[in-house]
């Protein structure tokens, strides 16, 4: 199936999921018009890949510096999706960027570790880049 | 000085004693949105707030602001076919020593009144362990019918908030169908 490449915007993240290389990729903030429209073609893609390719090694690279409450609902979602894969066989290591001051996002990664126990979760503080 | 300078000069003397770091009334779009949040984002960084007090303050401004765009009971575009949303209502943000207030006031129609009453007293009476409790529990339910937001938008403010979050609605004498909503977070 083909790769899937969205541009990121003032108000949504980059999608860069490179099926072909098993390497997924959302990277920016998150809180578009409406973001059920905006996941639900990006979770729909992301299951038939999933789907297609049972067995396989999956790398998520999720760089989220904000997401709305819309957003997290969907984002938990995409986590779903992913979590089902590893439980049938397929293996997701999903490396999980924040900000080493973000309690909030530490603690929405600590929620989806608590949910999602076949994702193998690594969290990825990166240092604080001065102000 | 004329007397048109005067009033100008009482309006800006006001916002200054009252340190009003932004304040915006009129409509809301998703992209008026879009651009008031790089505004609030660089006002904050400007006033020396610390890291995780701006994230807290902006996650706010997004959920209260996106609230206006989606529930404001006055809409720029009545049909609304097909364009993104456009709705009135105001929203401020001052500092109070430590402390930063956010407030937001739009209307709603006066018989959505209970119904955001019963979503909001409760979180009133929660503790910070409760609030991020039933966090959890809203994340994994299903999205309720009526909302755009998940339900989960009032919890994230509430979980952000350093008090419990304020509100009052105040009927309008010239549109009894209204009424105006107000929501204040401390931060």
């Known amino acids: ?131 | 000085m004329s007397p048109l300078l005067d009033q100008d000069s009482a309006f800006f003397d006001l916002a200054q004693r009252r340190n009003v770091l932004f304040y915006h009334k009129g409509y809301f779009s998703h992209n008026i949105v879009a651009a008031m949040g790089e505004v609030v984002k660089l006002q904050l960084e400007i006033a020396g707030v610390s890291g995780p007090t701006r994230r807290k303050l902006f996650s706010s401004f997004v959920e209260l602001s996106q609230n206006i765009v989606h529930y404001s009971s006055d809409s720029l575009q009545p049909g609304n076919d097909g364009g993104g949303s456009i709705r009135e209502g105001a929203v401020c943000i001052t500092t109070d020593g430590e402390r930063h207030l956010m407030m937001c006031v739009n209307p709603i129609a006066a018989e959505d009144v209970d119904g955001l009453r019963n979503k909001l007293e409760p979180l009133r009476s929660m503790s910070v362990e409760e609030i991020k409790q039933a966090y959890k529990i809203t994340l994994r339910a299903d999205t309720p019918e009526e909302s755009k937001g998940a339900g989960l938008g009032f919890l994230t403010m509430a979980r952000d908030a350093s008090a419990p979050l304020e509100f009052a609605f105040h009927p309008r004498a010239d549109e009894p169908g209204t009424t105006l909503f107000c929501l204040k977070a401390i931060i």
Do not use: C
């Open chain 1, 1 to 131: 199936m083909d790769n899937l490449y969205i541009a990121a915007t003032a108000t949504s993240p980059e999608v860069d999921f490179r099926f072909d290389q098993h390497s997924l990729l959302l990277r920016g903030e998150s809180y578009p018009e409406n973001a059920a429209a905006f996941y639900a073609p990006i979770i729909e893609q992301l299951r038939q890949y999933l789907a297609e390719s049972a067995g396989a090694v999956t790398t998520v690279d999720v760089v989220l510096t904000y997401f709305n409450s819309s957003s997290t609902k969907m984002l938990f979602s995409v986590f779903d999706a992913l979590d089902e894969a590893a439980q049938s066989g397929s293996r997701v290591l999903m490396n999980w960027y924040r900000d080493e001051e973000d309690e909030t996002i530490f603690e929405f990664g600590e929620e989806l570790k608590a949910d999602f126990h076949a994702i193998e979760f690594t969290d990825r503080p990166v240092a604080h880049q001065g102000q």
